[in-house]
């Protein structure tokens, strides 16, 4: 059963619009249109597309100073990179940026990459905190993250 946010009024999972308010229910499919024919899947009832996932589109803020977005191509099901960005306050003050892109030979390129990108941004702030040699905290984090998959279990990571 759903509930329709307007009015409580409990209709059956699935239906596109609230039968005592008229509301649509849920979003409408990206793919089609209809409203609220996304299951609870990812898949429309209606055309049988995906309709999304969160992770298709990602983005990451760190105010009027830096920005990164990554996308789903046209390639593959999902988005298969990972960016990471962060301030770091410190003299003189910056940010650091980390891109990963996804390995398709991997079993689970999106995980890949963000656990690469995660240990990569993380070495990366604290060098720049600490006033560091950044061509050897480059070296450190390509080390880190290349320890970070092996960390991943081996169905995360296995080549095909």
């Known amino acids: 059963m759903t509930d329709c946010a307007s009015c409580a009024d409990e209709r059956a999972a699935g239906a596109a619009f609230c039968e005592a ?3 649509a229910l849920g979003a409408p499919c990206p793919n089609c249109g209809i409203p609220g024919g ?3 899947d990812g898949y429309c009832q209606n055309c049988g597309m ?13 105010g009027e100073v830096a920005a990164a977005v ?11 990179d990972a960016v990471g960005v962060r301030w770091v306050e410190c003299e003189p ?7 990963c892109d996804g390995v398709s030979v991997s079993q689970n390129p999106h ?6 990108a995660e240990s990569a ?3 990366l702030s604290g060098a720049v905190a600490a006033g560091g040699d950044l061509g050897a905290a480059m ?3 390509g080390y880190r993250a290349m320890l970070a998959i092996a960390r991943l279990p081996a169905e995360e990571r296995v080549l095909r």
């Open 21 to 23: 308010c008229g509301r």
């Open 38 to 40: 996304v299951g609870e």
């Open 50 to 62: 995906l309709a999304g996932r969160p992770r298709d589109h990602i983005e990451t803020d760190c």
């Open 70 to 80: 990554t996308d789903r191509g046209t390639r593959h099901a999902r988005n298969e």
């Open 93 to 99: 003050r910056g940010f650091v940026l980390v891109v």
């Open 111 to 116: 995980l890949v990459s963000r656990a690469a």
């Open 121 to 123: 941004l993380h070495v």
């Open 139 to 141: 070296a450190v984090a």
